[in-house]
């Protein structure tokens, strides 16, 4: 246990430089290659379907990213600015947790590079919920190490509880991580944990921050509950996912250390008091393995394990290895070609990937259909004739399509995951414009099928029956 006598001076100029060349190179590559699908949807759903809540998340997200939008139109680099600063964050915190360990001035560098090559780093170049919630994670385990640590207040737990509820606002995941960190306390120790009345105030105001978002839940048959049925559908497999979460520690040293980390934690002397959180950290894993969880669930479980190999390896004068710094510089050039360092001249003559490595260029393939497609689709729709397009909606197979479409500013429906709950078209739309890949989907309904681009858009035209009848069977997942 540490106290403020013992506890090592925080190295602030190394782990702050590597936090700046971090944060530099997200921003210098943030207004590359242009919107990523989910980022178009959470501009879309903020901007004009604002609400508590909605099928696949909470509303933080949806909202953050309609008022940076609104406020710098159109700019990637304000759109992206919270995930770099959640990036920044995350390093520092690591390092901040290798201190509360006992880790020197070695020790937190060392943790704050582990997290800055790890693909947390390389998923913040998007602004998303995955993206964003991982700091949270990552503050609320400093909070309880600080606290298990000193003890000598108990006010970081409270803190911890106002972090869970900004986390419930990004994603519903992180109850699962307090179940199990609340149980190992209860197996290994400390139990008073259990007992200090701040963590249940901390709890209480999560809940009570979270109520319009559960009433909106509530009021929309659980909604979320059904995501579970499409993660499972995007499932790599046990295989994959393991594969996948663990590489996302970082190709070369994070691996390594992530899994160092969980070792130390669970047996070393020196680590006793924060077993508890090894335990919780492989119990998560587990279950989100056999649970069909996506690789980047593991992401806000890094830091813990990342401090603990960090603390350990300074001990045994890791640094003075002959390996050690030729690794670190793999590792961070492994980490700096996942990125979107190239130019859009060059994207398209490079592989998405070469092996186990992810190339940067990948970000492309996810952004640059975006304007294209949303751009085809709303020159179609204004290449209609008048007195055709005043009584046409444009329908999306997919919700990817259809926030593409909808941020050209053209009227935008889709049976699709949250597009559904946004409402059918008004019933003086009797023509469709179909984006997707099967007009069957809508063809029953409409009396005539006009190809404008073959296998992706048709004209659905002479409605037969009303919206509302028919709009009940058009939700997909």
Known sequence: ??????????????????????????????????????????????????????????????????????????????????????????????????????????????????????????????????????????????????????RDSDRPLFWAGVVTA?????????????????????????????RRPALWQGALAAVAATVPTLVWQARHDWAYTRMSQVVAAESPGYWGFLRDGLLSAGIGVGVLAFLFGLWSLLRSPRLRDCRFLGLATVAAIVAFLLLQGRANYVFGLFAVPFAAAATELARYRFARWKFVWPAFALSAVTALVALPVYPLSTVDKLPTSWGPFTIGAAFAQGERPVEQLGQLIAGSYASLPPEVRAHT??????????????????????????????????????????????????????????TLVDGLMWLETGRTKPWAQFWPTLRTQ
């Open 393 to 450: 909606a444009v329908y999306a197979e997919i919700y990817p399509f259809a926030s593409a479409a909808e941020y050209q500013g053209i009227p935008v429906y889709s049976g699709h995951r949250a597009y559904w709950y946004f409402g059918p078209p008004p019933e003086d739309v009797d023509n469709v414009l179909f984006a997707g890949f099967d007009p069957k989907l809508l063809s029953p309904y409409f009396s005539r099928t006009t």
């Open 1 to 150: 246990m540490t106290t403020s006598e013992t506890l090592p001076r925080f190295a602030r100029l190394p782990v702050l430089a590597i936090a700046a060349v971090a944060g530099g190179l997200l921003l210098w590559t943030s207004t590359r290659y242009g919107h990523g699908f989910d980022e178009t949807y959470f501009v879309m759903a903020g901007r004009n379907h604002p609400a508590w809540g909605y099928f696949d998340q909470p509303p933080l997200v949806p909202m953050l990213a309609a008022g940076l939008d609104r406020l710098f139109p159109g700019s990637l680099l304000a759109l992206r600015l919270p995930v770099t600063l959640a990036a920044v964050g995350g390093i520092v915190l690591t390092a901040l947790i290798a201190r509360e360990l006992g880790g020197r001035r070695g020790a937190q560098a060392m943790a704050a590079a582990f997290y800055a090559m790890s693909g947390t780093i390389t998923i913040s170049h998007w602004l998303a919920t995955y993206s964003l919630d991982p700091v949270l994670w990552t503050l609320v385990a400093w909070l309880l190490v600080r606290w298990v640590r000193r």
């Open 166 to 194: 900004v986390s419930l606002e990004v994603k519903f995941l992180i109850p699962a991580f307090w179940v199990l960190v609340l149980l190992s306390a209860l197996l290994l120790g400390p139990r008073e944990l259990l």
